[in-house]
């Protein structure tokens, strides 16, 4: 099984595929995470594309196929992988349809988070993530407690790109480039569509309900 989370910038993906991984034999692959882990090694890349990603802009499809198509060699990721962040316009789109066919492997369903934009700013905003163990939280909505994080506080950090200037514009790219990419699933009848304002758990349960439907 190979899902897609799809949502606007702040939309909760991470935080579900994060739930889904728990319970499910399926591996996390969220571009943003591997992009990010780029520009912390300051590899060649991530020296590339930090300024891309500090202005709210799409890294280049040619960077992010590359990304993809040696996590689709791997055997370990085979038929059980979680797209969180990923496809980001029609062109990536198409290119994994394509991809996943020569690996005899198709999409099992897609996800879609729908946020309004002030939700939006104020989740972002609050964001907290842990640099230790990758787990997220927010000051707001979902703070981090002795219950639900092992890690010292002094780990919670703020994303370089959850900045009141850069949310605005990665929402503008996300209504511009990446909404469109919802028709091309909705025709392969591969859309579900559900109420990312929902608390997480009940946001989850909705997502346990359908992966069950497409086990019968
Ligand atoms: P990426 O890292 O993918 O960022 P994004 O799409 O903007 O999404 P976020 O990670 O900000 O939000 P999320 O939906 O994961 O929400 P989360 O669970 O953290 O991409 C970053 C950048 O990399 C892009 O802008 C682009 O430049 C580049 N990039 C990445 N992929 C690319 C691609 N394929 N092509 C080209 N460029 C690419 O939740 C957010 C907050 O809300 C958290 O604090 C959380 O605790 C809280 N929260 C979650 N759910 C709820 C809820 N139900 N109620 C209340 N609070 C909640
Ligand atoms: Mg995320």
Redesign the pocket.
């Known amino acids: 099984m190979n899902i897609i989370l799809f949502?606007p910038?702040?939309?909760?993906?991470?935080?579900q595929a994060s739930n889904i991984v728990k319970t499910y034999k399926l591996s996390k692959v969220?571009?943003?995470?591997l992009?990010r882990e780029e520009i912390r090694k300051k590899t060649t890349i991530g020296k590339k594309i930090k300024s891309?990603?500090d202005k709210?802009?799409?890294?280049s499809d040619k960077i992010?196929n590359n990304i993809i198509s040696k996590i689709l060699l791997d055997k370990k990721y085979y038929d059980r992988i979680i797209f969180?962040?990923?496809?980001?316009n029609l062109e990536?789109a198409k290119k994994l349809d394509i991809m996943l066919k020569q690996n005899n492997q198709k999409i099992s369903c897609v996800l879609s988070l729908e946020v309004d934009i002030n939700s939006i700013v104020k989740?972002?905003l609050?964001?907290q993530v842990c640099s230790n163990c990758g787990l997220?939280?927010?000051e707001y909505?979902?703070k981090a407690t002795s219950k639900n994080h092992d890690c010292d506080s002094k780990f919670l950090v703020k994303r370089a790109?959850d900045t009141e200037n850069t949310i605005k514009n990665?929402f503008d790219t996300y209504i511009e480039k990446t909404l469109p990419i919802l028709n091309f699933y909705k025709e392969q009848k591969l859309l579900y569509e559900i109420n990312?304002k929902?608390?997480?758990e009940d946001?989850f349960e909705e997502i346990r309900n359908i992966i069950a439907s497409l086990e019968t």
């Not at 709210?56 to 890294?59: A, D, K, Q, S």
């Not at 969180?84 to 980001?88: E, F, M, Q, S």
């Open positions: 949502g910038p702040g939309a909760g993906k991470g935080t969220s571009t943003g995470d992009l891309v990603i709210g802009e799409l890294v992010i969180d962040g990923y496809p980001r990536q989740r972002v609050g964001r997220t939280f927010n909505f979902n790109d990665r990312g929902s608390k997480i946001i």
